[in-house]
C-alpha cells in the first residue's frame, strides 16, 4: 500500500501554478496523492490578481480559513508536500491536531515567526535569495531541517530543477523509509 501524500499549493492555487502538475506526475505512481488548492479552501475571491493583494488577503484571513477547511478535510495521518503559504497552513493545522507524519515545505511564508513546531519529521527548503529565511538560531531552537538552494529566490519550487531534486529526495527518502532532505546537486 502506498504512503499518503498530501499536497498544498501556493496562494495562486492550480490556475498559476502549472508547475505543480510537475510535482503530481513525478509521484503520482509512488504515492497516494491528494491535492488541495489552498485558494480554493482560503475562499479568497479578488479582483484585482496582484502579488500585493493575494498576500493581504491571505494574511488577514485566507490562511485561517484555509487551516480549518484543512483539519475538517483531512483525518487520516499523512506525509505534506507544501509551497509557500501552503506549508504555514500545514505547519499551523499540525500544531491543532492535524495527523502529519512528515513536512516538507518549500519556501513556507513566514515560518520564521512561529515558535512552536509540529511533532514531525520537518523538512524546509529556501532560495538563496529568498528574503524572511530562518535564522540559524531558529533552526537550532525548533530542530528542523533546513536546505538552502543557491541562486533560487522565493519561487525556486516552479523550477524543473528543483521540482527534479525535491521529488528524488522525497522519493529516495520514501525508499529510506525516512522523509529527510539529502544535500543533492542540482540537475543539469
Given at each position: 500500500?502506498?504512503?499518503?501524500?498530501?499536497?498544498?499549493?501556493?496562494?495562486?492555487?492550480?490556475?498559476?501554478?502549472?508547475?505543480?502538475?510537475?510535482?503530481?506526475?513525478?509521484?503520482?505512481?509512488?504515492?497516494?496523492?491528494?491535492?488541495?488548492?489552498?485558494?480554493?479552501?482560503?475562499?479568497?475571491?479578488?479582483?484585482?490578481?496582484?502579488?500585493?493583494?493575494?498576500?493581504?488577503?491571505?494574511?488577514?484571513?485566507?490562511?485561517?480559513?484555509?487551516?480549518?477547511?484543512?483539519?475538517?478535510?483531512?483525518?487520516?495521518?499523512?506525509?505534506?508536500?507544501?509551497?509557500?503559504?501552503?506549508?504555514?497552513?500545514?505547519?499551523?493545522?499540525?500544531?491543532?491536531?492535524?495527523?502529519?507524519?512528515?513536512?516538507?515545505?518549500?519556501?513556507?511564508?513566514?515560518?520564521?515567526?512561529?515558535?512552536?513546531?509540529?511533532?514531525?519529521?520537518?523538512?524546509?527548503?529556501?532560495?538563496?535569495?529568498?528574503?524572511?529565511?530562518?535564522?540559524?538560531?531558529?533552526?537550532?531552537?525548533?530542530?528542523?531541517?533546513?536546505?538552502?538552494?543557491?541562486?533560487?529566490?522565493?519561487?525556486?519550487?516552479?523550477?524543473?530543477?528543483?521540482?527534479?531534486?525535491?521529488?528524488?529526495?522525497?522519493?529516495?527518502a520514501l525508499l529510506k523509509n525516512k522523509l529527510s532532505f539529502k544535500k543533492r546537486p542540482?540537475?543539469?
Amino acid at each position: 500500500m502506498a504512503e499518503r501524500l498530501v499536497v498544498l499549493s501556493d496562494m495562486w492555487g492550480a490556475k498559476k501554478g502549472l508547475w505543480i502538475t510537475s510535482y503530481l506526475g513525478y509521484l503520482q505512481q509512488y504515492f497516494d496523492i491528494v491535492f488541495y488548492d489552498i485558494r480554493q479552501l482560503s475562499d479568497v475571491n479578488l479582483i484585482s490578481n496582484t502579488a500585493e493583494d493575494v498576500y493581504e488577503a491571505f494574511i488577514n484571513g485566507g490562511m485561517n480559513t484555509a487551516l480549518a477547511q484543512l483539519l475538517v478535510k483531512e483525518r487520516e495521518a499523512s506525509h505534506y508536500l507544501t509551497f509557500c503559504a501552503g506549508g504555514t497552513i500545514a505547519w499551523k493545522a499540525a500544531l491543532c491536531g492535524l495527523p502529519m507524519k512528515s513536512l516538507t515545505a518549500i519556501s513556507p511564508l513566514n515560518i520564521h515567526l512561529l515558535r512552536e513546531k509540529p511533532d514531525c519529521k520537518i523538512n524546509l527548503l529556501f532560495g538563496e535569495y529568498q528574503e524572511a529565511k530562518p535564522t540559524p538560531e531558529w533552526l537550532s531552537e525548533m530542530d528542523v531541517n533546513m536546505e538552502i538552494m543557491p541562486k533560487f529566490g522565493k519561487d525556486l519550487y516552479s523550477d524543473d530543477k528543483v521540482i527534479q531534486k525535491v521529488c528524488m529526495d522525497l522519493l529516495d527518502a520514501l525508499l529510506k523509509n525516512k522523509l529527510s532532505f539529502k544535500k543533492r546537486p542540482l540537475v543539469s
